[in-house]
């Protein structure tokens, strides 16, 4: 069993930046996937990126590639979501979730999660 708490949203003018976080509590994270996702009112859930449980593959969605950037800190058992260069279409509310597989590959389907924080949101500003 593992809880999430995201952290670091807020507004932010286009262009700007900020870093989210997910700390986790009950589990250590480093035998987990962890993926973050984001929903826009009126939107079904979407992947934003994703890390396998080795740290050995990410996956981002074609719309972030380059600008946002997953990683994660053992020692705080926090994942992160680096968030650069921002578009008005990026506001959301953004939510990481945990993986109990030791997979190979990052997971993208929202089925793929066991675990689930409760959301940070972000608004970016135009």
């Known amino acids: 069993q593992v809880q999430l708490v995201e952290s670091g949203g807020g507004l932010v003018q286009a262009g700007g930046s900020l870093r989210l976080s997910c700390a986790a509590s009950?589990?250590?994270?480093?035998?987990?996937?962890m993926g973050w996702f984001r929903q826009a009112p009126g939107k079904e859930r979407e992947i934003v990126a994703a890390?396998?449980?080795?740290?050995?593959?990410?996956y981002y969605a074609d719309s972030v590639k380059g600008r946002l950037t997953i990683s994660g800190d053992n020692a705080k058992n926090t994942v992160y979501l680096q968030m650069n260069s921002l578009k008005s279409e990026d506001t959301a509310v953004y939510y990481c979730?945990?993986?109990?597989?030791?997979?190979?590959?990052?997971?993208?389907?929202?089925?793929?999660?066991?675990?689930w924080g409760q959301g940070t949101q972000v608004t970016v500003s135009s």
């Open positions: 979730a945990a993986d109990p597989l030791r997979r190979t590959y990052p997971a993208t389907a929202t089925t793929m999660y066991a675990y």
């Open positions: 009950g589990r250590t994270l480093s035998s987990y996937g």
């Open positions: 890390i396998n449980w080795s740290g050995s593959s990410t």
